[in-house]
């Protein structure tokens, strides 16, 4: 399958400070992007939907200027939590999908994830 | 929108046994439903997906059937293994692929 990296990994902040995750796909070209937020023993909360090229379309709740995306290749997306507090720890999941010409002249899509980023703000 | 449920919450099997995991969405336009595998701490790993185009798709221990009329689709996992546990994920999307819908996650646990 496809792969999907994610960076960093984990990262702890000082409350009020600005955090950058990065997500790449590295054998494929992904126009379309998605952000999840995942919770300790809880589903993946999709926050918003990242297009190259274009801005990303929000979740209901997500506050755009609290969590900037940027989409600015085929193959990279940022989040950025702004002025992060506690409230934000949390995993951060990115997915990138892959966008494949079947033999019936059709398009199929597959979404890959990246390996998470873990969030601790003091 | 699309919303889907994803029944039981938790399932506890013996090491060879067969799981069973059903999804069903609301949807009647949603057209693709993958599963996902989620280990503790790691990524979901994509295991079997399903168009709507086909009502049964196998790759070895692992199966997924659809009932598009129903609504409703599910993931078989035969002769269980330890490596099985984890937390399994059902999706869907409606047609265009705009994001996908998760269920709330089945976390199976496959004692020795």
């Known amino acids: 399958g496809a792969v999907v990296s994610q960076h960093p990994s984990r990262v702890i902040c000082k409350s009020g400070t600005s955090v950058k995750i990065e997500c790449r796909s590295l054998d494929f070209q992904a126009t379309t992007m998605f952000w999840y937020r995942q919770f300790p023993k809880k589903s993946l909360m999709l926050m918003a939907t990242?297009?190259?090229?274009?801005?990303?379309?929000?979740e209901q709740g997500v506050e755009k200027d609290k969590f900037l995306i940027n989409h600015a290749s085929l193959t990279l997306s940022t989040l950025t939590v702004t002025s992060a507090h506690p409230e934000d720890s949390s995993f951060y999941i990115c997915s990138a999908r892959d966008r494949e010409l079947a033999a019936s002249g059709r398009y199929t899509d597959t979404q890959y994830f990246g390996p998470g980023t873990r969030l601790t703000v003091l | 929108g699309e919303n889907v449920e994803q029944h039981p919450s938790t399932l506890s099997v013996q090491e060879g046994d067969s799981a069973v995991i059903k999804c069903t969405y609301s949807?009647?336009?949603?057209?693709?439903f993958p599963w996902y595998k989620q280990e503790l701490g790691k990524r979901p790993q994509l295991i079997i997906d399903i168009r709507s185009n086909v009502g049964e798709k196998k790759d070895q221990r692992i199966a997924v059937t659809l009932n598009k009329t129903a609504k409703h689709f599910s993931l078989h996992i035969t002769e269980t293994q330890p490596e099985d546990s984890a937390v399994y994920f059902c999706?869907?999307?409606?047609?265009?692929?705009?994001?996908?819908?998760f269920g709330t996650g089945t976390r199976l646990l496959v004692s020795p």
């Open positions: 990242s297009n190259e090229g274009s801005k990303a379309t929000y």
């Open positions: 999706a869907a999307t409606p047609s265009g692929f705009q994001k996908l819908v």
């Open positions: 949807d009647s336009a949603s057209n693709y």
